[in-house]
């Protein structure tokens, strides 16, 4: 068996050859297809992993993992690859991973920005989601992040000013800490992303507006604003290719029950919807997100809030266009944002949630010094080298005498260091083995038949669902008018006169229906899905024939069971 390591970030050829290996190495579990060409030529790969020897992968209720909506937050992808690799090679060994792909499907984007992720991967540039001009065709003028030293990374230039509004800090010369009201007397810079200036005047120095602003995570069509109110949402609904690509995945597999979608950083699991607080959304379907959300903490140590109540500062002109909205609010399929690691989190920063609350310039400088005390005792290089450089003189070809120094941002904060890239990943790859688990499982718990009189018979299935969620998922499908009901077939070599061969059961309870310690005791089926359902037939057949039902829902799987009538 190979072994596939989580030491370092996989560039597209190597993730690219590691999907193939795969598919070759595991025929009866993984299958690969591109679901989208990119503007660079490049396959945007969707893997899909189950036991197509226990059925079509269609049938199966299935759960989703995606990474790199963001091209620079690459621990995502890595952690979806690692998911992939884990299934190929526990099953068989693994019995819990055997069981899910052998009633379940797993279906995995691991990088949606191919191109983007490797612009990030390659080169010393920064962006948010693809290298691809916008808004603007050419380079607005201003400040343009980028490595005018050479040294492979993009990090702070200073310049020392007397109107300067930063001063290093008291007990480390390395972090920029905000000059007080009362300072005065001391040396004082003006501090700014390393970079060039396009249409420089020779005195001021803004900020340029992005040359690569969108942002894929704003591209999609729910609750979608035009720029001037979302930057980086495009210039329509599922503008981009790779959008649109992965939201015709999702709808071409109804299936999908819920999911994860792996960004960075933050240490942290949130939910939606973010268009509203939790307390106007559905109770029963928040209280599903914090149920499993608590695996989510119990594998990871991260936090899960709502997005809504413990992101944002503005509720008003709020961000939207989310991904984890539209499968949610759009596609009824509850669907997580994991924020993979976090550098404060790490270096014991207290009270880092909620991110609603400002820290004060005082609490931001302790936030950093802690950073960059963790960085030293536990980062000691990168491939670009010293993970935090010392602040050295360097003569800037627009502004002269300048200062370059600070962290390497991509590896320390962003993403986490390669050394650490191992565990982070693997106990994110833990919880989503446990919430596939919560999938839907119809289950046929008793079929009987009783001889009522010679060559006439009654036939009783009892039909249950065994998993966690309700066979309709979520409440919000059913709102949305999108929930598939449970079918029910009966199949023998005779008449059924009483009973339908064909009907439907509507939907089964799973056990997440319970919010009581008294077990059902306080479940009134007659207002809500029953959690287990019993079918009756009369039928007219010869003594020895066969009696089949099979049981199948659109994301509960399906069941079969045969008696033979005696």
């Known amino acids: 068996m190979k072994t596939y390591n989580f030491d370092h970030y996989y560039v597209y050829e190597e993730l690219t050859n590691l999907l193939q290996e795969l598919a070759a190495d595991y025929p009866q579990l993984i299958k690969i297809h591109s679901i989208c060409t990119t503007p660079e030529n490049r396959n945007v790969w969707a893997c899909e992993i189950t036991n197509y020897n226990t059925g079509d992968v269609l049938t199966k209720p299935a759960y989703y993992v995606d990474g790199n ?56 540039e920064q962006l948010r989601s693809v290298n691809r001009p916008y808004p603007f065709e050419k380079p607005a003028p ?34 920029m800490t905000k000059r007080s009201p009362s300072d005065f007397g001391g040396k004082y810079y003006n501090v700014y992303p390393e970079g060039h200036i396009v249409d420089f005047d020779g005195i001021n120095i803004q900020p340029a507006e992005g040359k690569w602003n969108l942002d894929f995570n704003r591209n999609y069509p729910l609750g979608w604003f035009p720029e001037v109110r979302q930057p980086g949402a495009g ?37 939606p919807p973010g268009t509203m607080p939790e307390k106007n959304a559905d109770s029963r379907d928040m209280r599903m997100f914090r149920e499993i959300g608590a695996m989510a903490t119990e594998e990871t140590g991260y936090g899960c809030f709502n997005i809504f109540d413990a992101f944002l500062t503005d509720t008003v002109n ?38 609603t609350k ?22 000691p290089m990168l491939a670009s080298g010293k993970p935090i450089k010392e602040w050295e003189e360097f003569d800037h070809p627009q502004l002269g005498k300048i200062e370059i120094g600070s962290i390497d941002f991509k590896y320390t904060w962003q993403n986490c260091p390669p050394g650490y890239l191992e565990q982070e990943v693997e106990k994110n790859t833990n919880f989503c083995l446990r919430m596939a688990s919560t999938l839907p499982q119809l289950h046929i718990d008793k079929l009987t038949a009783e001889k009522v009189d010679e060559g006439v018979y009654k036939v009783t299935a009892q039909v249950s669902n065994i998993g966690y969620l309700p066979t309709f998922v979520c409440n919000e499908a059913k709102k949305l008018k999108i929930d598939q009901p449970v079918n029910i077939e009966a199949l023998v070599d005779g008449e059924i006169f009483i009973g339908k061969q064909n009907d439907t059961l509507g939907h089964i309870e799973g056990f997440s229906g319970v919010n009581s310690a008294y077990g059902y005791k306080n479940i009134d089926t007659r ?10 037939w009369a039928v007219k057949a010869k003594a020895g024939a066969e009696f089949t039902v099979k049981v199948s829902g659109v994301k509960a799987g399906h069941a079969e069971a045969t008696i033979t009538l005696e």
């Not at 492979?152 to 800090?169: D, F, Q």
């Not at 329509?236 to 939201?247: G, I, R, T």
């Not at 207002?527 to 009756?536: L, N, W």
Request: one cysteine or more.
């Open 69 to 124: 909506h963001h091209a620079g937050e690459v621990t995502g992808s890595m952690a979806a690859t690692h998911l992939i690799v884990t299934l190929a090679q526990k099953y068989g060994k693994d019995e819990k991973i055997t069981a899910l792909l052998d009633k379940n499907a797993v279906y995995v984007i691991p990088r949606i920005s191919p191109d983007g992720a490797e612009t990030y991967l390659t080169t010393s």
């Open 527 to 536: 207002k809500h899905d029953a959690f287990t359902k019993a079918i009756t």
């Open 318 to 355: 709020y961000s939207s266009g989310a991904f984890d909205d539209w499968m949610y609010q759009a596609q009824g399929i509850p669907t997580y944002t994991a924020e993979l690691w976090d550098l404060c989190i790490r270096a014991g920063v207290p009270d880092v949630y909620p991110r």
């Open 235 to 271: 210039k329509y609904p599922l503008s981009n290719p790779e959008n649109k690509a992965v939201a015709d995945f999702v709808i071409a597999h109804p299936n999908i029950c819920c999911g994860v979608t792996y960004h960075t950083s933050g240490g942290c699991y949130i939910y």
């Open 358 to 379: 400002p820290k004060t310039p005082k609490e931001q400088e302790e936030q950093m010094a802690l950073c960059y005390k963790w960085i030293d005792e536990n980062v």
């Open 142 to 175: 201003g400040l343009h992040p980028s490595d005018i030293d050479g040294d492979g990374v993009v990090r702070l230039m200073r310049i020392e000013s007397p109107n300067g509004v930063w001063k290093e800090a008291d007990y480390d010369h390395r972090i």
